[in-house]
């Protein structure tokens, strides 16, 4: 590609970002292991409330499905407690202070919670309140909010903390999960424009890392379209215009009854039918849940419109999966983004030494490459300081810089995570040395502005100077995952720790077009 080609590219992508944005560049962080918990990340914290750490996670209760089956009596009050202390006013102050402007907040579907097919499924309740309470705080912060679908119905990917059940059954790539999913997007696209709690939020992302075998999620490319047109229907019905989207609304359309315009707008069909089926089941779940949360004026009986922007809606990108995928620029309308995860520490992207991690992030290509299929605004949605091999501080300053650098030429970054559990079970800091957002801050391993670098020049001497080793290509087979380096010292009554839940996490091949 040449270097002016490059420029006019680069700057059709800025006036993108631009237009769909909050804000002109991305600087953010994951809430992870708040509203989704990931065991690995608070080893302690998890045993504590009763939870266990073993080889293979499925084996015993290591997610937020086995621990609600464990503790069907108790689940609720223990995760309140979590919720309320794992994510605090005062970790959000030390994030704006730093120049953090986004938050990715991870979420499961369970957080609505009429969606969960009890008692064959279970998972605490009550986080809606929580999540609530931090988006109101990121509003009066002036932060800028992805919700982030984290754990789709039926478990998108198998063996994973992150799916919310460990399981290798994996059921979301069906009518039925689809359909869950749809009815979820539905219930949170009418919270972000008409809940005041959720004016921070300005897109949601559909699923967070799918299988990346398209051969094995069949219809993906169709709930990629109906994502998308359900958001799409309930703005509309909000009167927010969205170019190239605009079915006919009758004059007859209730102006003062959300809840009754959706109905009426099922009743004459006016979207798709997949989309006319989740809106209908949406309806009594934003009337429960406006009960619950003294919303029922807001949407049943008072007038309603938005004088909002519509939701950038948002999806991994096209290169995330293989054999033939979807590709979600196809099912674009209005703004939209896209999201890479990029981890260097699991393999797969370059060999396990400096020179070759430096020499392969200074020379990624995966923006130029997402943008020639149509996958711009990107942005790089979870990424971290962890390595394969023994890091010395400097080197992690280094490549600290050397991943904002390559990320800032994107829409920005968003890191994972804004912290980590610091305890013996992670020898100290060691976990969070490479995976706390706020550690790394303390440590002096980030700059204590995040739009700033300590060598603004941090690759020029890798710049189109790969060698042979620090490239890798897309391969079908998962890569063999390392686990954080952590204290096999335990106490007798903990069970055996293995801090693998990362490596578990991202057991797969992270390809470096």
Same mark, same amino acid.
């Given at each position: ?368 490459? /997402?943008? %020639?299929?149509?996958? !711009?605004? *990107?942005?790089?949605?979870?990424? @971290? #300081?962890?390595? &394969?091999?023994? =890091? +010395? ?36 800091? /060691?976990? %969070?040395?490479?995976? !706390?957002? *706020?550690?790394?801050?303390?440590? @002096? #391993?980030?700059? &204590?502005?995040? =739009? +700033? ?58 390809? +470096?077009?």
């Amino acid at each position: 590609m040449s270097g002016l080609f490059w420029f006019s590219l680069l700057a059709v992508l800025v006036t993108q970002v631009l237009a769909q944005l909050p804000v002109e560049k991305i600087y953010g962080v994951n809430l992870g292991s708040w509203l989704v918990l990931e065991p690995w990340m608070l080893p302690q914290g998890w045993t504590d409330m009763g939870g266990e750490i073993c080889a293979v996670c499925a084996q015993c209760i290591e997610s937020e499905f086995a621990f609600a089956m464990a503790y069907p009596d108790t689940v609720d009050q223990t995760f309140a407690k979590h919720w309320d202390s794992w994510f605090t006013q005062s970790d959000l102050q030390d994030l704006k202070d730093a120049g953090i402007n986004t938050l990715r907040i991870p979420l499961g579907y369970w957080i609505v919670e009429a969606l969960v097919e009890r008692p064959a499924e279970n998972y605490p309740r009550g986080g809606l309140e929580y999540l609530r309470r931090g988006l109101g705080w990121a509003r009066d912060s002036g932060m800028h909010v992805i919700l982030d679908h984290h754990a789709l119905p039926g478990v998108q990917t198998p063996g994973q903390e992150f799916a919310g059940q460990c399981t290798d059954d994996v059921q979301f790539y069906t009518p039925h999960n689809y359909h869950r999913a749809l009815v979820w997007t539905a219930v949170m696209t009418t919270l972000s424009h008409l809940d005041p709690q959720f004016s921070s939020v300005f897109a949601i992302e559909a699923v967070n890392e799918p299988l990346m075998d398209a051969s094995k999620t069949p219809g993906y490319g169709d709930f990629q379209k109906n994502f998308v047109k359900t958001i799409r229907a309930v703005e509309t019905l909000l009167g927010i215009h969205v170019a190239g989207y605009g079915p006919n609304l009758p004059a007859t359309l209730p102006t003062t009854n959300f809840t009754a315009a959706l109905e009426l707008s099922c009743s004459l069909s006016l979207f798709d039918a997949d989309v006319v089926a989740a809106l209908s089941d949406a309806i009594p779940t934003l009337s429960g849940i406006g009960l619950q949360y003294g919303l029922t004026g807001t949407l049943t009986a008072e007038p309603f419109s938005s004088g909002r922007s519509p939701l950038v809606t948002t999806f991994m990108d096209v290169n995330w999966q293989y054999d033939n995928p979807p590709n979600p620029a196809n099912a674009a309308i209005g703004p939209q983004g896209y999201d890479n995860h990029l981890y260097y520490s699991f393999g797969g992207v370059a060999a396990a030494d400096p020179t070759s991690y430096m020499q392969s992030i200074c020379n990624l290509q995966r923006i130029q490459n /997402d943008a %020639a299929l149509g996958n !711009s605004p *990107l942005w790089f949605g979870e990424w @971290g #300081l962890s390595t &394969q091999f023994n =890091a +010395s501080d400097s080197f992690l300053k280094q490549w600290g810089d050397a991943q904002k650098w390559a990320y800032g030429q994107s829409a920005g970054w968003i890191y994972w995570n804004f912290k980590t559990e610091i305890s013996d079970l992670t020898n100290g800091t /060691d976990l %969070a040395r490479q995976w !706390s957002f *706020l550690e790394a801050l303390n440590m @002096g #391993l980030l700059p &204590q502005n995040v =739009a +700033s670098y300590f060598d603004d020049d941090v690759c020029q001497p890798y710049i189109n100077k790969t060698s042979s080793q620090s490239r890798s290509v897309p391969v079908k087979d998962a890569a063999v995952a390392r686990a954080p380096v952590v204290n096999t010292s335990t106490p007798s009554k903990a069970p055996p720790l293995k801090l693998s839940g990362h490596g578990r996490r991202l057991a797969k091949k992270h390809h +470096s077009f």
